[in-house]
Nanobody, 124 residues
């Protein structure tokens, strides 16, 4: 059974930084692309960032480009998201999600497993 467990979300002031972590189990982690998606209450899921199986290809939503870095450690089964210069509009629940396959085209992406989410609140 695939399991994804996120951590790292908390209350942070505007301009601050957070590192979101995820630990994956129940799957051959190094063979799958991974992503981080977020959901603001009352709105749909937004795909924040995604990374291919080897870690050499990454993509970001325009809303976070230049402020976030996705990475993965295939030895530890962890895809992480470093978030800097946080803004109030980054407030959301963030989910670690496994991708069915990698693509550079966001419309071609499909997630098949999600974690329980970790809440990020950016407020003064």
């Amino acid at each position: 059974e695939v399991q994804l467990a996120e951590s790292g979300g908390e209350l942070v002031q505007p301009g601050g930084s957070l590192r979101l972590s995820c630990v994956a189990s129940g799957m051959p982690f190094s063979t799958y692309a991974m992503s981080w998606v977020r959901q603001v209450p009352g709105k749909g899921l937004e795909r924040v960032s995604w990374i291919n199986s080897g870690g050499g290809s990454t993509n970001y939503a325009d809303s976070v480009k230049g402020r976030c870095t996705i990475s993965r450690d295939n030895a530890k089964n962890t895809p992480d998201l470093q978030m800097n210069s946080l803004r109030p509009e980054d407030t959301a629940v963030y989910y670690c999600a496994k991708l069915v396959r990698y693509s550079d085209v966001v419309e071609e992406l499909e997630n098949d497993y999600y974690g329980q989410g970790t809440r990020v609140t950016v407020s003064s």
